[in-house]
C-alpha cells in the first residue's frame, strides 16, 4: 500500500478535516513496522478531487510502500474484539 508519511501527529490532526459530506481525511497511525508511530493518508487521497484544496501540501510529503499486514498486524485483542461479528445467527 503507498501512503503519504505526514510529518507529525499535529499535522495528523490538522489533516483531520471536513471538506464536504462524507469527504474527511482520516490520518491512521502506524502500529508496527519500520513506520511505527508515524501518521499516514493512502495516496489515493491526492486524485481525490474532494481534497483538491490539500493536493499542494499533501504532495510534498515523503511517500512510502508499507505491508498493511506488517503496519497493522491483527493481534487477540482485535480478534476477541470482533467475535459474532458479521455471524448470521437463526
Do not use: C, F
Not at 29 to 57: F, N, S
Not at 74 to 85: F, H, K, Q, R, W
Amino acid at each position: 500500500m503507498r501512503v503519504i508519511l505526514l510529518p507529525d501527529a499535529a499535522t495528523a490532526q490538522a489533516m483531520t478535516l471536513q471538506d464536504g459530506p462524507g469527504s474527511a481525511l482520516n490520518p491512521r497511525q502506524v502500529a508496527a513496522g519500520v513506520y511505527m508511530g508515524r501518521w499516514v493518508l493512502p495516496v489515493a487521497v491526492l486524485d481525490d478531487a474532494a481534497h483538491a484544496a490539500h493536493r499542494a501540501q499533501l504532495a510534498s510529503y515523503p511517500q512510502a510502500d508499507i505491508d498493511q499486514a506488517v503496519a497493522w498486524p491483527v493481534t487477540d485483542e482485535l480478534l476477541s474484539a470482533n467475535v459474532g461479528v458479521g455471524v448470521k445467527i437463526g
